[in-house]
């Protein structure tokens, strides 16, 4: 049984973490597979939305422990962030199509942090977030001390980082986490439907929109206002943007394809 699974329907690629005995957690091959998967999205035409969930209860527990604590298994902390989760990260934010986290259980460790690097985050109203990494003397990774405070705050962030408290869903949107929590009976077809609405919009510009954002982290106004004039021409320059202009004069929905 592969620990990725990838379904293509409808311009939309779902990548299911697979490995549910294990409340999904990462080992080697997972992680390497997760990147290969994402690179295949990335270069793949047909792609226009991604969702990431994860097989049974959980998204994902983070890292194996079995793993590390396995002599003959552990690849070792320098391996396991630079070969493994530093690299899903980067793939996440710099795959210029949207990416939803369809988080369908509980998040912890760098499960959580790897949800929290998707472009919009969904989740079921019985899925939680734990930085479970104080819990075992460890600090957090996969990003997680970059974006979260700037998700929910400093102050916030610092304390469940420290404390390694749980998050249920509902405090996790009221806190700005993730984006909307649906329940268990319709959370599947929600998720769906925004996919749906994701990939049937001008893929270029919600790339080179995730591009702004992802230099608004660090960009000051000035060069932030220049990058924008810069990728604005460049949308301007799409069909999509024609085919949008040609609908709304002709006042019908525009047939967007990603170009």
Known sequence: MPSIELQIQNNIATITLNRPETFNSFNREMALLLQKTLDDCKTNNEVRAIVLTGNGKAFCAGQDLNEVTSPELNP??????????NPIVQRIRTIEKPIIAAVNG??????????LACDIVVAVESASFIQAFSKIGLIPDSAGTFFLPRLIGF???????MLGDKVNAKEAEQLGMLYKVFSSEIFAEEVHKLAIQLAQMPTKALGLTKRLLNQSMTNNLEQQLAMESELQIE???SEDYQEGVNAFIEKRKPVFKGK
């Open 76 to 85: 070792g902390f320098r391996k396991i962030l630079e070969e493994h989760y």
């Open 155 to 161: 102050q916030k962030a610092s304390a469940l980082m």
């Open 106 to 115: 509980v998040a912890a460790g760098a499960g959580a942090n790897i949800a």
């Open 235 to 237: 949308a301007a320059e």
